[in-house]
């Protein structure tokens, strides 16, 4: 699968979806915010014609900055994989995105995996 770019944001913001053993890994560099949402959504979502996922990892090891953008688009996958009996995990956030997702709480109901393997294996 390819890279998913804002064209108005070039090397600020990417996102590649791509299966690995049956699970989707969305790997996202750069910045989550407002103008980016809807890609990072779409990118959790399934592809033109596939069923949705049920099985989700969020590579964010490669994440700058996110704001409440990016927890709402997180919250919503989690809760549409939750619904169809599936799991969206996050692997990898940096320190600053981790303390963001912690003062608000949403590692307690999505998991935080160190790395992209642990959250694989989890």
Do not use: Y
Request: include cysteine.
């Amino acid at each position: 699968m390819s890279d998913i770019q804002k064209e108005d944001r070039p090397g600020r913001f990417s996102v590649r979806p791509e299966v690995v053993d049956g699970v989707l890994v969305v790997t996202v560099h750069g910045e989550i915010d407002h103008d980016v949402k809807d890609t990072l959504s779409q990118a959790l979502t399934s592809e033109d014609g596939m069923p949705p996922p049920l099985r989700i990892v969020a590579d964010l090891s490669g994440v700058t900055f996110m704001d409440s953008s990016g927890i709402n688009v997180l919250i919503t996958a989690h809760r549409r994989v939750s619904q169809a009996q599936g799991w969206l995990r996050i692997a990898g956030a940096q320190e600053s995105v981790l303390r963001l997702l912690q003062m608000v709480g949403v590692d307690t109901f999505i998991p935080c995996h160190p790395t992209l393997e642990q959250a694989l294996n989890a």
